[in-house]
């Protein structure tokens, strides 16, 4: 099992940047694809990013341009670098590791653009 915690969450104004982390407890870490997600208020939870454990990267066409995942195997870690922030960025964000039919959620951290 893996456990995940996020951080790096905030109030930002448009056109900001935030970069959120992901912490993930256990050994195998790197063999996860890890993603991140997130829910607006009133709306489904959706895909932002994920990143294989080789590093090939898949974004939202909503973020691309935009932001991007990355991913230190070392620090069992995985980020989000989110620039050009928009108002309809702001949700509750959360971090995802999926290992074939295994599948963790962290709790979230919530990210509101705002002016």
């Known amino acids: 099992q893996v456990q995940l915690v996020e951080s790096g969450g905030g109030l930002v104004q448009p056109g900001g940047s935030l970069r959120l982390s992901c912490a993930a407890s256990g050994s195998i870490f790197s063999s996860y694809v890890m993603g991140w997600y997130r829910q607006a208020p009133g709306k489904q939870r959706e895909m932002v990013a994920d990143?294989?454990?080789?590093?090939?990267?898949n974004y939202a066409n909503s973020v691309k341009g935009r932001f991007t995942i990355s991913r230190d195997n070392a620090k069992n870690t995985v980020y989000l670098q989110m620039d050009s922030l928009k108002p309809e960025d702001t949700a509750v964000y959360f971090c995802h590791a999926r290992l074939s039919s295994y599948y963790s959620w962290g709790q979230g951290t919530q990210v509101t653009v705002s002016s």
């Open positions: 990143i294989t454990r080789g590093g090939l990267t």
